[in-house]
């Protein structure tokens, strides 16, 4: 009775699904290439027609290594790889245990002339020399009897290289195991934070939301250094990393060398300047002696003989392209005044004359006796950190040294046994040898010239 084949084994075990998958993967790898993804198709799908960009969106087409196309196949391939492992398992086994005795049907049949010469030693003789030649090359040996009295020895190397297809097997289903760990439990992020600030939380890639981080991020310090175009050469961040209230770590973080703390990686990705530092703000009284002070925004101070409370309302780097500004709002006991104060108000009004009297609100002297002058603003930098956590790079740093001991084993090496057949013909010893592979023909061919130079080189000089 025929034993009826399992028809989920059958299409999961097919070369031709491999195939399939495989094509269809190339092909969403070049949709995920060409179409911007997550934060970049915004502004792409601003350029096409709405409903197009209607229909990649339903498709997924702009988080396509997200998408649940992507996941589909990834699956099917790793059941498509563990099916075939299994299905090919019992025949490498097979041949992985058996042993190479007393060789296949017809082995010594229609050898090469030089495989086979004749020498004026006795049978027991070339036995021992050819056992101590083979037994330095390939190990652990054995003989066994043929047909017509004959003795076989036997040799074999790269018996474990039938696994390697395995090892590649087992790297491409830790590799897909390692994407889709990343993709259903990692996360990234990214979060600006100033000099002195400390941040607990990032805002999640593509706006899907917050994630709280494991522990707290204090940028203690940040440095950068220009070129004289203004080009940054170089920037960093002086952090420590915070939990429970003790530091886990604490030190500078570079580009390209990110920390990683249980489980998170933390980069340097960018940096800026804030206007909410200080100002350097200097007034006198009627044209008197200047005072200097520093103020922030929110900030506020009393003026001398009680003639009012200043605050800073607002701190601009660069209001209405006029340059630097800060916004005071007085109150005394005549009500409230707001202004703006120009650090280059002398350029602005040389420019636009009678622009104080036309916007009063520009005047720095508004607030009479006190006239105002805005020395600069003292920038507050930021640091941009991109922040990740991916539980699948063990898994895909696994499968990579997986995959190169693999492949080394795939294509560099081979299982190779060699058959010694040693008799009696008439007055001298007749000596044969017979060679199988799985692979690499020709490297096989070598290794047999090889091995019947030094079988002849022994038996005429007398050593092993």
């Known amino acids: 009775m025929t034993k009826q084949k399992n028809p989920f084994r059958s299409f999961f075990a097919s070369v031709y699904l491999t195939i399939t998958l495989l094509v269809f993967t190339v092909v969403l790898s070049i949709v995920g290439t060409f179409i911007p993804q997550q934060e970049a198709a915004r502004e792409f799908t601003q350029g096409i027609p709405t409903g197009l960009a209607s229909f990649l969106q339903t498709m997924q087409a702009f988080d396509v290594f997200h998408s649940v196309w992507f996941f589909l196949l ?96 087992l790297s491409l289903l830790l590799l897909i195991a390692g994407a889709l760990a990343g993709a259903f439990w990692g996360w990234e992020g990214y979060v600006n934070i100033g000099e002195g600030e400390t941040a607990d939380a990032i805002d999640l890639k593509g706006g899907k939301g917050i994630q709280k981080l494991p ?111 800060v916004k005071i709002i007085v109150h005394s006991g005549e009500g409230e005044v707001s202004f703006w104060v120009f650090q280059h108000i002398d350029k602005i009004r040389e420019m636009n004359p009678g622009v104080t009297e036309q916007v009063p609100m520009f005047n720095p002297a508004l607030f009479k006796p006190y006239i105002f002058v805005l020395k600069g603003i003292e920038e507050r930098h930021y640091t941009g950190l991109q922040i990740s956590r991916d539980p699948g790079t063990p898994l895909v740093a696994a499968a990579a040294v997986l995959m190169m001991a693999g492949l080394i084993g795939t294509f560099f090496s081979s299982h190779r046994r060699i058959w010694i057949k040693i008799q009696r013909a008439g007055e001298r010893t007749k000596i044969s040898v017979a060679a199988r592979t799985n692979k690499h023909r020709a490297v096989l061919d070598r290794e047999v010239r090889r091995l019947t130079e030094q079988i002849k080189i022994s038996l005429e000089t007398g050593s092993t």
């Not at 009284?285 to 800073?312: D, N, Q, W, Y």
């Open 215 to 325: 522990f707290t991020i204090r940028c203690d310090k940040f440095l950068v250094a220009f070129y004289e175009n203004g080009a940054p050469k170089t920037f960093r961040s002086d952090l420590t990393l915070l939990k429970d209230g003790k530091t886990l770590f604490q030190g500078p973080l570079l580009v390209n060398h990110p920390i990683s703390l249980e489980g998170v990686r933390v980069y340097q990705a960018s940096y800026g300047s804030s206007p909410d530092g200080r100002a350097a703000l200097a007034f006198s009284r009627g044209g008197g002696e200047e005072k200097m002070v520093k103020v922030g925004p929110g900030e506020s101070f009393s003026l001398p003989e009680k003639a009012g409370t200043l605050r800073i309302a607002r701190l601009e780097e660069n209001l209405m392209k006029m340059g630097p500004a």
């Open 74 to 169: 990834m699956l099917l391939l790793f059941l498509n790889l563990i099916v075939c492992s299994l299905n090919r398992w019992p025949l490498t086994w097979k041949q992985f245990r058996g042993e190479p005795w007393p060789g296949e049907e017809g082995l010594f049949r229609g050898l090469s002339p030089e495989r086979i010469f004749l020498c004026n030693e006795d049978v027991g003789t070339v036995t021992g020399r050819v056992e101590g030649l083979l037994s330095r090359k390939y190990g652990k040996i054995g003989r066994n009897k043929g047909d017509e009295d004959a003795l076989i020895i036997c040799g074999e190397r790269g018996r474990y290289s039938r696994f390697a297809v395995y090892a590649v097997h």
